[in-house]
């Protein structure tokens, strides 16, 4: 990662002691990430995940404990988690967001399938025709976040989104990517999209986190929903699901 090669390049591991590590973590906690945003807890926590990674492995793997007494990560305080998004995306404001975007764009496809399947922006541009199953009406991943290839099903909606955008553009897609566009232009787009329909505090993650909400509220089991998403565990799960009090309420009579 180039922050940290920038920081802290310059020193050997053996330098490396904890004040290092502190003022790594206090000069990444005051930075800008290049989109101009500053940068989150949960960022400079996965960068120090990944520095305490290598002293590990530099100790155990590499034979270097004796050079290394102790994994200097493990002795700096970490910032604290970000707090989990809790903002839902509602079929009302998912249509006001379709309305400004044109239908021949990509994005527009694109977006109807993170509100219907939660797959990640990447695992959407991604697709590759020969990795949807019509007939099982399921389309195979093979490149997820957290490293493991999954199985996402289809809905009647979504599979007719995936079809149509393909039967459409089929003349001028490659085999290999079902949608060519660049990630960031997603993003742009669609912020674009909510801005002009007048909706705040939305991004295209939010997908995400309404249609694993939806999963929930429409009765599939944790276990059905965590398959159908990828999370590993019910903790993380958890921060992706923002259950409608009212819905929970009609379920208890």
């Known amino acids: 990662m180039k922050p940290i090669s920038?920081?802290?390049?310059?020193?050997?591991?053996?330098?490396?002691?904890?004040?290092?590590?502190?003022?790594?973590?206090?000069?990444?906690?005051?930075?800008?990430?290049?989109?101009g945003t500053k940068v989150t807890g949960?960022?400079?926590?996965?960068?120090?995940?990944?520095?305490?990674?290598?002293f590990?492995?530099?100790?155990?793997?590499?034979?270097?404990?004796?050079?290394?007494?102790?994994?200097?990560?493990?002795?700096?305080?970490?910032?604290k988690p970000n707090k989990s998004r809790t903002r839902r995306i509602t079929?009302?404001?998912?249509?006001?967001i379709l309305e400004q975007i044109p239908r021949t764009s990509p994005v527009y496809a694109i977006v109807q399938l993170g509100y219907l399947t939660a797959m990640r922006r990447g695992e959407i541009i991604n697709i590759a025709w020969e990795d949807?199953?019509?007939?099982?009406?399921?389309?195979?991943?093979?490149?997820?976040?957290?490293g493991d290839p999954r199985h996402c099903p289809l809905s009647t909606k979504a599979l007719t989104v995936l079809t149509q955008w393909y039967f459409d553009h089929q003349s001028i897609l490659s085999r290999e990517k079902l949608f060519k566009i660049n990630p960031d232009t997603v993003s742009h787009v669609f912020s674009?999209?909510?801005?002009?329909?007048?909706?705040?505090?939305?991004?295209?993650h939010d997908l995400r986190h309404s249609a694993t909400s939806n999963f929930i509220e429409q009765g599939l089991s944790i276990m059905e929903a965590s398959s159908i998403t990828g999370h590993k565990s019910f903790t993380m799960l958890k921060r992706y699901t923002h259950l409608n009090a009212s819905t929970l309420a009609q379920k208890l009579g």
Not at 20 to 31: G, P
Not at 56 to 79: H, T
Not at 132 to 146: F, G, M, Q
């Open 56 to 79: 590990n492995i530099a100790r155990v793997d590499w034979g270097w404990s004796s050079f290394i007494d102790k994994n200097p990560v493990s002795l700096v305080r970490k910032p």
């Open 192 to 204: 674009e999209a909510c801005t002009k329909a007048g909706l705040e505090d939305v991004r295209f």
């Open 132 to 146: 949807v199953d019509l007939e099982a009406r399921v389309v195979y991943l093979p490149i997820t976040k957290n």
């Open 42 to 54: 949960d960022t400079v926590r996965r960068e120090l995940a990944l520095l305490s990674h290598l």
């Open 6 to 35: 920038k920081n802290l390049g310059h020193l050997l591991m053996v330098e490396i002691q904890p004040h290092h590590i502190a003022q790594y973590r206090d000069f990444r906690l005051n930075s800008v990430s290049p989109k």
């Open 91 to 96: 079929e009302e404001e998912l249509k006001l």
